[in-house]
């Protein structure tokens, strides 16, 4: 008689393929699936009864900002709770391997929106490791609740070698040594299984701190040639190339379109954020979709856009939110962090002529900037909850940007707001997520108090299909699974006899509309902080990792990131 350590019992088992599902059994035993059919009663430590609901391998959140938060809190149970057993960090060109902990608390605190404190005391803390390899060793030997992959991430590498001073400085490119040191950094970590190098090009992207404040991030500072040097090394080992370009400069997407593709050579994986149906622009994604069909049809289907497949919806505290880099007298006061100092600055008329006339341009945006279109959602003044901005500056006789302006100087962040920036129309999020020239990404997991971090991404895309039926079920599961886990060379996403006992259980029967709506969750090692999380405890009936049934609807597993050692560092194939 076979003996399990776990069988899931009836379940609806899909295998990550895209193959049609079949109603059976699963068998586990020492971490990995070892029977698919119909199991004998009475051989397993433990049974899970999964009638009425899906089985599925356990999702990949290939966007997060977790570099900090796993040091401290490595049970990374906001992503757990949602079915995600694989997570992939060091986007956007930040990671924790080389930069020391003052350079990673000004690389992640402003462009990620975490507290500096909170980031400078973990990388102080826990910093053990030299180089890659010694940093996937370090989190290996965590508790680990999901496993974690990484990028190298270019501007921890540039600060290092450069020093952040020099690396964030217009005019200095590195020297040929400081070129070659970066090869070798990069090597090594392709050696040690990282996916690959992340990048960035953003104008809103900024350091936080008091050495060098509102310079850009490293990696905006490198020129193409750099890049270059660098893309050949992951075009020869087959890994992966992640940016963030300079939206305000279409005429760059050229040159990661270039890199992406093969021809005469091998294409270069790229993936790039974000397919988005952007409201301030609604033909930006169709021309995003339309250039990257002809630039995988020519170049060897290397490119794909990154895609979050929920409502892009913001809130702000004030005007404390990242979609104000996007002009410069936003960014001059994001760029006061003294209270009364931004106060004040706000309240002159000087800068409000110049504020008004900046929100107000035309050009290129991703923000719509439509006050008519930004709710307030909590205020000491409970009169203007509920209205927009809008709205209560026609009932005052002044400019919506006015109203914005007022009501932030006299409560500061004790004003909240919300807006939707894009995928606001579900039929063009129903064709974005059949594209084949997006991957489901961009959740920003473990970035952003301020939500603008969609955890449980897939519980939500996997509701959308269910009830608007717009692609089979299979096929959503395929794309939040063992799609990205094969682009990204992970053994991940395949629920098979051999693989990984990585699994998540829905529950179709929780999909009652509440996935959208917010909650407060305590700030994993950072007393007294919130953030802003979404919730479906009623959806996900189980998530299991290595074999180790990690959560079961809103309830953890004694030892969850304490002394149980359930995932583990994926090495890229």
């Given at each position: 008689?076979?003996h399990?350590s776990l069988?899931i019992?009836?379940g609806?088992?899909?295998d990550g393929?895209?193959?049609a ?6 068998g586990v035993?020492?971490g ?7 199991i004998?009663?009475g ?5 899970i009864?999964?009638?009425?609901k899906?089985?599925i ?6 966007h997060?900002?977790?570099d900090?938060?796993?040091l401290?809190s ?18 956007c060109?930040l990671?924790?391997?080389?930069a ?5 608390a000004d ?6 929106a ?9 990388v102080?803390?826990?910093k053990?490791w030299?180089?890659?390899?010694s940093y996937?060793?370090?989190?290996n030997?965590l508790p680990l ?8 991430g270019?501007?921890d590498?540039?600060?290092a070698?450069?020093?952040l001073?020099?690396a964030?400085?217009p ?7 400081e070129l070659?040191?970066m ?12 996916v ?5 090009r ?14 850009l991030?490293?990696?905006t500072?490198a020129?193409?040639r750099e890049f ?6 992951l075009?020869a080992?087959?890994r992966?190339h992640?940016?963030t370009?300079n939206?305000?400069k ?11 593709m093969g021809?005469k ?9 974000s397919?988005a149906d952007?409201k301030?622009?609604r033909t930006v ?9 002809i630039v995988?049809?020519l ?5 794909r856009?990154?895609?979050l497949?929920v409502p892009f919806?913001?809130?702000a505290?004030g ?5 104000f880099?996007?002009f410069g007298?936003?960014?001059?006061a994001l760029?006061?962090r003294d209270?009364i ?5 706000l309240?002159?008329?000087s800068?409000r002529?110049?504020?008004?006339e ?6 290129f945006k991703?923000?719509?900037r439509d006050?008519?279109?930004a ?5 000491p003044?409970?009169s203007?909850v ?6 209560i500056?026609?009932?005052r ?9 007022d009501?932030a100087?006299?409560h500061?962040t ?8 894009a995928?606001?129309?579900?039929d063009?999020l129903d ?17 952003h ?8 991404f ?9 009830a ?12 939040l699974?063992?799609?990205?886990a ?10 098979a006899?051999g693989?990984?006992?990585?699994i998540?259980?829905i ?5 009652d509309?509440?996935s959208?709506?917010?909650?407060e969750?305590p700030m994993?090692g ?9 919730r479906?405890?009623?959806a996900?009936?189980a998530?299991?990792v290595?074999g ?7 309830v953890?597993a004694?030892?969850f990131g304490?002394?149980v050692?359930a995932?583990?560092?994926?090495p890229?194939r």
């Amino acid at each position: 008689m076979s003996h399990y350590s776990l069988v899931i019992r009836n379940g609806t088992v899909f295998d990550g393929a895209g193959s049609a599902p079949v109603r059976t059994d699963v068998g586990v035993h020492e971490g990995k699936i070892v029977a698919l059919g119909a199991i004998e009663a009475g051989t397993a430590e433990r049974e899970i009864d999964a009638a009425g609901k899906w089985v599925i391998p356990g999702m990949l959140d290939v966007h997060t900002h977790y570099d900090a938060e796993v040091l401290g809190s490595p049970g990374l149970g906001e992503s757990v709770r949602h079915g995600v057993t694989s997570v992939v960090l060091g986007n956007c060109s930040l990671s924790t391997v080389y930069a020391d902990a003052d350079d990673c608390a000004d690389l992640f605190a402003r462009v990620e929106a975490l507290p500096w404190d909170a980031v400078h005391s973990a990388v102080k803390e826990h910093k053990t490791w030299t180089d890659p390899q010694s940093y996937a060793e370090a989190i290996n030997a965590l508790p680990l609740g999901c496993n974690v992959a990484g990028f190298l991430g270019h501007s921890d590498i540039r600060a290092a070698v450069m020093g952040l001073d020099r690396a964030t400085s217009p005019d200095v490119a590195p020297t040929d040594a400081e070129l070659a040191r970066m090869k070798t950094m990069l090597t090594d970590a392709l050696d040690a299984g990282f996916v690959g190098l992340s990048t960035i090009r953003s104008s809103f992207s900024k350091l936080e701190g008091t050495r060098w404040p509102a310079r850009l991030l490293p990696s905006t500072y490198a020129g193409w040639r750099e890049f270059g040097v660098l893309n050949e090394l992951l075009r020869a080992r087959g890994r992966i190339h992640q940016s963030t370009p300079n939206l305000a400069k279409r005429s760059e997407m050229a040159r990661y379109f270039a890199q992406s593709m093969g021809r005469k050579r091998k294409p270069l994986k790229t993936t790039i954020i974000s397919a988005a149906d952007v409201k301030a622009d609604r033909t930006v994604v169709r021309m995003a979709i339309a250039a990257a069909r002809i630039v995988n049809k020519l170049g060897g289907d290397g490119f794909r856009w990154q895609h979050l497949p929920v409502p892009f919806e913001v809130y702000a505290d004030g005007i404390d939110v990242v979609v104000f880099e996007e002009f410069g007298s936003g960014a001059a006061a994001l760029n006061i962090r003294d209270v009364i100092a931004r106060g004040e600055l706000l309240a002159d008329e000087s800068f409000r002529r110049r504020f008004r006339e900046e929100m107000t341009a035309s050009g290129f945006k991703v923000w719509h900037r439509d006050l008519h279109d930004a709710e307030i959602v909590a205020c000491p003044d409970a009169s203007v909850v509920g209205k927009s901005f809008g709205a209560i500056a026609v009932e005052r006789g002044v400019s919506p940007v006015d109203m914005l302006l007022d009501l932030a100087v006299a409560h500061g962040t004790a004003l909240r707001w919300r807006t939707t920036i894009a995928n606001d129309r579900d039929d063009v999020l129903d064709r974005l997520q059949q594209s084949a020239q997006v991957q489901v990404g961009f959740a920003d997991s473990g970035a952003h108090l301020r939500n603008m971090a969609f955890y449980n991404f897939g519980v939500r895309m996997l509701e959308r299909v269910h009830a608007r039926k717009f692609m089979p079920l299979e096929t959503a599961v395929h794309r939040l699974t063992g799609e990205l886990a094969d682009w990204y060379g992970l053994d991940a996403g395949h629920l098979a006899v051999g693989s990984r006992a990585d699994i998540a259980i829905i529950d179709p029967a929780g999909f009652d509309g509440s996935s959208a709506a917010y909650a407060e969750s305590p700030m994993p090692g950072l007393d007294g902080v919130d953030r802003m999380v979404n919730r479906n405890d009623q959806a996900v009936a189980a998530t299991i990792v290595a074999g180790h049934v990690l959560y079961e609807y809103g309830v953890f597993a004694e030892g969850f990131g304490t002394t149980v050692h359930a995932g583990q560092f994926l090495p890229a194939r």
